[in-house]
């Protein structure tokens, strides 16, 4: 057992935290990009240091022993201090930068074609953006401001919403039968891009939107399948299929008329896009600034697009019409 005088298992106790808060080891490891074992080997190491059992191991899964709940609770609360002290310290060292966490998806189609924008607005400032593919409680990043997409229940952040998750199929006019005001029974003759591997796990698919519909359609010879949103929007544009999009990040192609809403019928989710903030901490002028931008772009967005609270089973949701 370890002196109390030892250092902490900082990295282990990261990993006790997921996995307490996961229910599982093997989504641990997805979480933080480690191997199930590496996972399992920093929870045996805490656990011999306490001397007692922090899980109760399952068939499926893991849950937390009445210690581990304990233990469990102080390291959550641990951890996002440590988070926000540490981002505290980095803009006082460095008040001429501003870091934005996202995911590539947002940055990609959304803040990255805004940067100009956002770089007269803040001259002086160096703007770097990061991005992610893991929940915000599961990332180390180290970010000012981030703009993630979730339910807004981030323990030590305030989190304000931006954009809703409204979902809908859009195609490039190129794309032969592509046309706006399409019938589900149209739309299922076309060729369609679906996603596949983890991205399918997390997102809507063709399947749930056809459901919404209340109607069905088989795979076919001519659909696509790639394993990420850009790649699938990718070939969208391209004129090779038809994806399902969302707001925002098919906002300006569609404006644009690079993409073509098919359909009016779409589907909204229980997640959105929040503005998130460090709870305890005061904001920067430079922060202050990007803060009432990002506002100001969720007041130009369409109202049907604001984030919902109240919908937790939207995959088998009825569809929402929508204004183009």
Not at 295 to 307: C, E, G, I, N
Request: aromatic share 6%.
């Amino acid at each position: 057992m370890a002196d109390c005088n030892d250092p902490l298992p900082l990295r282990g106790l990261e990993v006790f935290e997921a996995a307490g808060r996961l229910g599982s080891f093997t989504a641990a490891s997805d979480a933080l990009g480690m191997t199930q074992t590496a996972v399992s080997q920093h929870i045996a190491r805490i656990e011999a240091e306490i001397g007692a059992p922090l899980f109760i191991r399952r068939h499926r899964g893991v849950a937390l022993t009445t210690i581990g709940m304990a233990l469990h609770g102080t390291v959550q609360q641990g951890l996002g201090t440590l988070a926000e002290g540490f981002a505290a310290a980095r803009r006082q060292a460095r008040p001429g930068s501003l870091q934005i966490l996202t995911d590539f998806g947002l940055a990609y189609c959304w803040l990255v074609p805004r940067m100009a924008q956002l770089q007269a607005l803040l001259p002086g400032v160096e703007i770097r953006v990061a991005t992610t593919t893991v929940d915000l409680d599961a990332t180390d990043a180290v970010f000012d401001l981030a703009v993630m997409l979730g339910d807004g229940a981030w323990p030590g952040y305030r989190a304000t919403p931006l954009f809703g998750e409204v979902v809908f199929p859009v195609a490039s006019a190129a794309l032969p039968g592509a046309r706006e005001a399409m019938t589900p029974h149209d739309i299922a003759a076309l060729p369609l891009v679906h996603l596949q591997g983890k991205a399918a796990a997390r997102s809507f698919g063709w399947t749930d939107w056809f459901a919404a519909q209340g109607s069905d359609r088989a795979p076919a010879e001519t659909d696509l399948y790639v394993d990420n949103y850009q790649l699938a929007l990718e070939v969208a544009l391209a004129g090779h299929g038809a994806c399902l999009g969302w707001t925002p990040l098919v906002d300006d192609a569609v404006a644009a008329g690079r993409l073509v809403r098919l359909s009016p019928a779409a589907m909204a989710g229980p997640r959105g896009y929040y503005l998130v903030e460090h709870a305890a901490s005061e904001p920067s002028a430079a922060i202050t600034t990007l803060r009432q931008w990002l506002l100001a772009a969720r007041r130009l967005t369409d109202p049907d697009h604001s984030v919902s609270t109240g919908d937790t089973d939207a995959r088998h949701r009825a569809h929402v019409p929508q204004s183009a």
